[in-house]
């Protein structure tokens, strides 16, 4: 098994579910974006047909992994029986007769009160269908963006199920975890650590409209332990189905594939770990509107009582659905980007940070590339919104992560990191934004895109442009695997080495006494250059050299 791995917006939700009653109708789609993410207590006490993705693709012999996989999938949302009254204006949907629903759902309420609300009005038989689901929805929308599902105060816990593709969405490989109601079927219960996986003693009740929950004591549930759970409901054939509670903000990957978290925490061993969470959507609108989910690990102590006034640097990870587990949907291989976090801060050797894994999708070629480049003979130009990706970065997912984390939000806590073209949008981030980003660092980055069937300005020649590159007090991480002869080296040793040769002409010349002893000298050491001899172009080959990374950006 798997070393355990590792989202709530500061921001008040005014008037939230007004404005969602009003543009809320009977029917609507919902797109969603790529996804990503990892764990480890006790394994569950159940079996389940495992399919691990771990196919690296076809990889260019320029190590160009272009065919890594994005999320296009769009989730539609199952036709509703339709209600007389969904033919009310919104004005009069907006009091519905002086319904319970006719109150926000907005920051004067807390998660429990809300929780209430929402039950009042689903009990109300005056409040239309199309009232009903804005509540459901104003509700989950709500307690995602604050503290996250399941509900923990006072030593209860509330858990929400809601049967509705748009919330039960794909976080696993595993086909259990794929949305269909004729898996979905009651009785709906809860098992978890906290009950010895006891199928039959906790069952959700059913409140109308796919919308079951359950308000439980749960002994530790505010302290420090570390409860995994899922739900179990039933098949066609009567049979139990295992799943992990979709709504869960907090989770993690084993053998079985995802589990839900009740809170982060110590693990059955005593032993405190990170963990994962996610956010559902962050949209961009520099991107045309694209829609993305967003992996975040946090560090073993985050969810500590006595932590929550710590806060923690950043590291912005590219091609997030390969961060965490190969169980994350869309996967290519792993990292095990929190399995090496955690080690790293267990050991004394990096200091506890935040990961956000940013999925890449279908448009990868696209946004990962500051200028347009050819790469097939007698192929069309392909990429060049580098610009773009990196603007939503910084003013779009940046923003939110730290409303809603407890960030260093500076420079100097910031840092970028990627492999391949991964690598390099993250140095094209580090010269695009060296107000924002002080450690940048690239794996096997592609830093001749721009040059293969085309003649456009590459990354390390903008750098080169740069007067005073040492004035920007930046630290560079970069590694290859592969090796000589040049030009014709693989895994983009050559581009790499000449790049780091480069920096050093232009005064970013501080390297590591020895840079395979640790912690490095000197303490300002601006560049960190590795050669992994033949090591291949693969999430396998980075996860073995992530460590270096983290101990360069997050020294304690």
């Not at 009567?238 to 084993?254: A, I």
């Not at 696209?366 to 790469?375: G, H, L, N």
Request: charged letters at 20%; one cysteine or more.
């Amino acid at each position: 098994m798997k070393h355990p791995r590792p989202l709530g917006v500061k921001s008040p939700f005014a008037r939230l579910f007004v404005l969602v009653l009003v543009f809320t109708t009977a029917a609507c789609s919902r797109a969603d974006g790529p996804n990503v993410d990892a764990g480890p207590e006790t394994d569950l006490p159940f079996g389940a047909d495992q399919t691990l993705i771990d196919d690296e693709g076809t990889l260019d012999g320029r190590g160009i992994d272009a065919t890594r996989p994005g999320d296009s999938r769009t989730d539609g949302v199952a036709p509703r029986d339709a209600d007389p009254r969904d033919l009310v204006s919104s004005d009069l949907l907006a009091t519905d007769l002086g319904s319970p629903c006719s109150n926000d759902l907005n920051g004067t309420l807390d998660d429990r009160q809300a929780y209430s609300q929402t039950l009042r009005c689903l009990a109300d038989p005056l409040a239309s269908t199309t009232t009903k689901r804005a509540t459901i929805d104003a509700f989950v929308t709500l307690v995602e963006a604050r503290g996250g599902f399941p509900i923990v105060e006072g030593g209860h816990v509330i858990f929400v199920y809601v049967d509705d593709p748009r919330w039960d969405v794909d976080d696993d490989t595993l086909h259990d975890e794929d949305y269909d109601p004729a898996q979905r079927k009651p009785p709906l219960r809860v098992a978890g650590s906290f009950n010895q996986w006891n199928t039959q003693g906790l069952t959700l009740m059913h409140a109308g409209l796919g919308f079951y929950h359950l308000d439980t004591a749960i002994s530790g549930a505010t302290s420090t332990a570390r409860y995994r759970y899922k739900f179990i409901a039933k098949d066609a054939q009567g049979q139990d189905v295992w799943f992990s509670d979709p709504l869960s903000r907090r989770f993690g990957y084993d053998t079985f594939g995802r589990y839900a978290l009740i809170r982060g925490g110590i693990d059955t061993s005593g032993k405190a770990i990170g963990h994962l969470e996610w956010i559902r959507n962050i949209p961009s609108k520099v991107l045309g509107g694209v829609n993305r989910k967003i992996y975040i690990y946090v560090p073993r102590n985050y969810d500590s009582p006595t932590a929550k006034t710590t806060h923690y640097p950043v590291l912005y990870l590219q091609d997030g659905n390969n961060a965490f587990d190969p169980h994350q949907p869309n996967s290519n291989g792993t990292w095990d980007a929190d399995g090496v976090a955690d080690h790293e801060i267990d050991t004394g050797m990096a200091k506890e940070m935040i990961i956000v894994a940013i999925p890449n999708n279908a448009h990868r070629m696209e946004e990962y590339t500051p200028v347009a480049d050819i790469i097939t003979s007698g192929g069309q130009p392909v990429g060049g919104k580098g610009d773009l990706y990196v603007d939503y970065l910084v003013k779009e997912l940046k923003p939110v992560i730290d409303a809603r984390y407890r960030t260093f939000a500076d420079k100097d806590h910031t840092a970028i990191l990627g492999s391949s073209l991964g690598g390099l949008i993250a140095f094209h981030a580090g010269l695009r934004y060296p107000a924002v980003f002080k450690y940048v660092g690239g794996m096997s980055s592609t830093l001749a895109w721009g040059t293969f069937g085309l003649h456009n300005t590459t990354t390390p020649q903008s750098y080169a442009a740069i007067a005073n590159l040492s004035g920007r007090h930046q630290v560079y991480y970069l590694d290859s695997g592969g090796g000589p002869p040049c030009p014709s080296g693989t895994d983009n040793y050559c581009e790499t080495l000449s790049f780091r040769d480069q920096l050093i002409a232009q005064g970013i010349s501080t390297l590591p006494q020895d840079p395979n002893v640790w912690p490095i000298q000197p303490p300002n050491v601006n560049l960190y250059y590795h050669h992994e001899a033949d090591a291949q172009h693969n999430e396998a080959a980075w996860h073995q050299r992530l460590y270096r990374a983290l101990r360069v950006f997050f020294r304690p």
